[in-house]
Structures are given as C-alpha cells and as structure tokens.
Nanobody, 122 residues
Framework: QVQLVESGGGLVQAGGSLRLSCVAS????????MGWFRQAPGKEREFVAAINWNGISTYYGESVKDRFTISRDNAKNTVNLQMNSLKPEDTAVYYCAATTQNTIRVPDYDYWGQGAQVTVSS
C-alpha cells in the first residue's frame, strides 16, 4: 500500500508559477513510476506528466510540454511538478499517482492522492 499526499496548490494569475509536491509513504517509493494527472469540472481526468523510478525518463502531455517540469527525490519519497507560464485552462484538481507499470494511462495507476486545487485567473 502507498499513501500519497499532495500540497502546493492555490490561486495564481495567468503567466505565474506554482509548484506541487507529493509525499509518498508505505511501500518502497523507488519501485514506482510517478505521475501527475488533472481533472477540470465536467472533464475526464487527463495525463499531465510522469517520471520513471530513476528520475531520468520523463513524459509530458502535449498541453503542458515546455511549461511544466516533473522531478523526484527518492531519498525524500517526493515527486514535484513545477508549473510555469500558467494559463486559465490549466485550472483543475491535480492528482499525484503511482504505478509499477510503464504507462501514462489513468486506469493503470494503482494509488492516488486526494488532489490539490490549482486555479489560474485571467
């Protein structure tokens, strides 16, 4: 079992930055690919970014590529999402998730955090 807790959400103006963090507890953090997903009201949950266990391989959704950066610190059981040049369409609840598979598909992630609200005003 893995418990995930996000922090760092909030309200920011368009063009601003936010940094989300997710702390994991439970089973060995290094065993998991970590991902960030988001869900806006009335929309399906979508992939944002993922990072492999070693922190070397990263993956991004098209809408956030070149603006968001995912990173992890295995010594601290933490994964971060640095979000720059934020847009109103980035407004959503952001979720941290963990999987043992090489995937970016929502159904393949086994553990989820409670979510952090990010609101970008225009």
């Amino acid at each position: 079992q893995v418990q995930l807790v996000e922090s760092g959400g909030g309200l920011v103006q368009a063009g601003g930055s936010l940094r989300l963090s997710c702390v994991a507890s439970g089973r060995t953090f290094v065993s998991y690919r970590m991902g960030w997903f988001r869900q806006a009201p009335g929309k399906e949950r979508e992939f944002v970014a993922a990072i492999n266990w070693n922190g070397i391989s990263t993956y991004y959704g098209e809408s956030v590529k070149d603006r968001f950066t995912i990173s992890r610190d295995n010594a601290k059981n933490t994964v971060n999402l640095q979000m720059n040049s934020l847009k109103p369409e980035d407004t959503a609840v952001y979720y941290c998730a963990a999987t043992t598979q090489n995937t970016i598909r929502v159904p393949d992630y086994d553990y989820w955090g409670q979510g952090a609200q990010v609101t970008v005003s225009s």
